[in-house]
């Protein structure tokens, strides 16, 4: 591939492997780092990483100790992005004349692409601390300010140096960070204690300007005392909190204050007599169903109705619950006591499960996961959009199989008559289907939906079930291209012991993510350390613990070099399996038309321009 042919590629630059971009010529490396960077939109964090990794490595080989003596120009030249990846050592070695350029760099830096544990932050953050050239005591504003993204990088004791005047502002700046590294948190809630006083007596405006740092700490929130204007200023502040990225990212880029501890409390300020009456004449929560659950209090909580307890629940009257239930049937993860006793108000409502309708099952959304294993099948699923609105909720595998069991009863199809819109209907709940059945899936049908059923997370054993009927369509793994490994999605982690080490390197790239913690760990372990480095970054950072383990000390090695740079290895976690469609009514069919053919087609793309 040619560097004008590179510049040509747009959108279709995500299919960009990083073999290719290593195999550029020395000659042409500054060219390729800044026509990659032109679109960074279309980048992925592996793709970066490939390409910092190979324009450093050509420019140390042009000039021994290349960054102890790099002169403006040459910095300037460099593509901030890529620079961000630059190795902490040789950051720390940047000259003092380069300063200037590195500071203007600096301001304009996005920092999403570095793990929030990678050695590059605090270096980067140190070494434009060391070209302000002044105590911290003696910083402005202004100065400070300077700093553009490397300020949400600031430790606490760092800060805590600064001129009050300055503090201030400079805590004004921090609220409005997206990313504070999580080992700063509880310091910083001290220093904004110390400087602002308890939560409890701030103002209406320091709400305003301070409530995202509130945050940082879950026990200051639910014990903020009643103001009169303390439910619209939280409110407020919710509305104001970005929306979360979709899909998540790893927490390893990506990780933020929990809010449930505000959405209780705003919960709790719209509930609870405690918040609004005198200390004497204070109960706990309004004796709800003979005074306080109504149905426009209902539709007013919206997702808050999670937090009623199941004796508040039992509360409600007939005539309540039938107002309500499409409200209270668009709440996610109730517990299973609360399940109960909605699914007993929804029988007193609408009497024997046998006798629901279909409109009925609609309303009930996530309250019909109270039903048992019996009852599931006896509800009414006939249609892709029950399905769709089911979807939604967090469902056990057995009940997965029950809901299957009365779809595919009702609908009066064979398994092998399933088109690929049904296909993709069934969302989470195709890991209801047996051996049998997954072997019964039209060919053409799963070939056409293969990327949808990809989204799904299910048990291994399904999992692996659907990966062999993948086999059957798509022909043996060590044959996938890596535009197949990526339409795939999380069926790749059916993979066996063998077929893992089988795939090419370069197809670790397009792996899905969320397909990464569901590989069994000694599957993970049969990996070379070629194969583990071409991960990339996302990928990577999504190894659990007990994959982590049993890896060696050089497989361990190569996922730092996935991640880009060095960092320090949190205490892994992995965010819950999510099986949500789209969100704000957007069909969950959408991606049979775009998503399923959009990623081949990018690699089709480059095919005809190589």
């Not at 890529?82 to 920092?111: D, Q, W």
């Not at 007596?201 to 200051?220: E, H, M, N, R, V």
């Amino acid at each position: 591939m040619t560097l004008t042919d590179m510049r040509k590629l747009g959108s279709a630059m995500q299919g960009v492997a990083c073999e290719m971009i290593e195999k550029v010529a020395e000659s042409g490396l500054m060219e390729m780092a800044q026509a990659v960077t032109e679109t960074p939109r279309w980048l992925s964090k592996a793709q970066v990483c490939c390409a910092a990794q190979s324009l450093f490595a050509g420019l140390e080989k042009k000039r021994a100790g290349y960054f102890n003596n790099i002169t403006d120009t040459e910095l300037e030249e460099i593509p901030t992005l890529l620079l961000l990846h630059l190795p902490a050592e040789k950051i720390a070695s940047l000259p003092a004349s380069v300063c200037a350029v590195f500071m203007k760099k600096m301001k304009e830096a996005n920092l999403s692409s570095l793990p929030l544990t990678s050695r590059s932050r605090p270096t980067l953050t140190n070494r434009a601390l060391n070209c302000l050239g002044r105590n911290m005591s003696k910083l402005s504003s202004e100065e400070v300010l300077s700093l553009g993204s490397l300020l949400c990088e600031l430790a606490p004791s760092q800060m805590s140096l600064l001129a009050p005047e300055v503090l201030n502002s400079t805590m004004q700046a921090l609220a409005s960070c997206t990313q504070i590294p999580p080992r700063h948190w509880r310091a910083l809630f001290q220093l904004l204690n110390d400087t602002y006083g308890d939560p409890s007596d701030w103002t209406a405006d320091t709400i305003k300007s301070q409530g995202p740092l509130l945050l940082l700490d879950d026990s200051a929130v639910r014990s903020l005392r009643y103001k009169s204007w303390l439910k619209e200023s939280l409110s407020d502040l919710m509305d104001s909190l970005p929306s979360p990225p979709v899909p998540t990212p790893p927490q390893e880029f990506s990780r933020g204050p929990d809010l449930s501890a505000l959405r209780w409390k705003l919960f709790s300020l719209s509930t609870s007599t405690s918040e609004v009456m005198p200390m004497r004449r204070r109960r706990a929560v309004l004796p709800q169903g003979e005074a306080g659950l109504t149905v426009s209090l209902l539709e007013e909580l919206g997702g808050a109705n999670v937090y009623w307890s199941p004796a508040q629940l039992s509360k409600m009257d007939a005539a309540t619950i039938t107002a309500a239930m499409e409200t209270l049937g668009e709440v996610l993860y109730y517990s299973a006591e609360q399940l109960v006793v909605l699914r007993e108000k929804a029988i007193q409502a609408w009497g024997p499960v046998s006798g629901f309708n279909e409109s009925q099952v609609l309303q009930l959304g996530c309250v019909s996961q109270g039903f048992n294993l019996t009852e599931l099948p006896s509800l009414p699923f006939s249609s892709l959009d029950t399905l769709e609105t089911l979807s939604r909720c967090s469902w056990t595998q057995p009940q997965r199989e029950a809901v299957w069991r009365g779809f595919v009863e009702r609908i009066n199809k064979t398994v092998g008559e399933l088109g690929a819109v049904e296909l993709v209907g069934l969302d989470q709940f195709i890991c209801g289907l047996n051996t049998e059945e997954t072997g019964q899936l039209n060919t053409d049908a799963f070939r056409e939906a293969v990327q949808s059923v990809g989204e799904v997370q299910c048990p291994l054993a399904v999992t692996e079930l659907l990966k062999q009927r993948a086999v059957a369509v798509f022909g043996e793994p060590q044959g996938w291209t890596e535009a197949r490994v990526n339409s795939l999605g999380n069926i790749m982690a059916g993979l066996s012991l063998s077929e893992f080490p089988s795939l090419s390197s370069s197809a670790f790239t397009f792996l899905s993510p969320t397909s990464v913690p569901l590989i069994p760990p000694d599957r993970l372990a049969a990996l070379s350390t070629s194969q583990l480095k071409a991960l990339g970054p996302d990928n990577a950072a999504m190894i659990t613990n007990a994959q982590w383990v049993v890896l060696g000390e050089a497989q361990r090695a190569a996922l730092g070099n996935a991640l880009g740079v060095a960092y320090d290895r949190a205490e892994p976690t992995t965010n819950p399996p999510r099986n949500l469609p789209q969100l704000s009514g957007a069909s969950m069919l959408g991606p049979l038309g775009v998503g399923v053919f959009m990623q081949p087609f990018l690699f089709l793309l480059l095919g005809f321009v190589l």
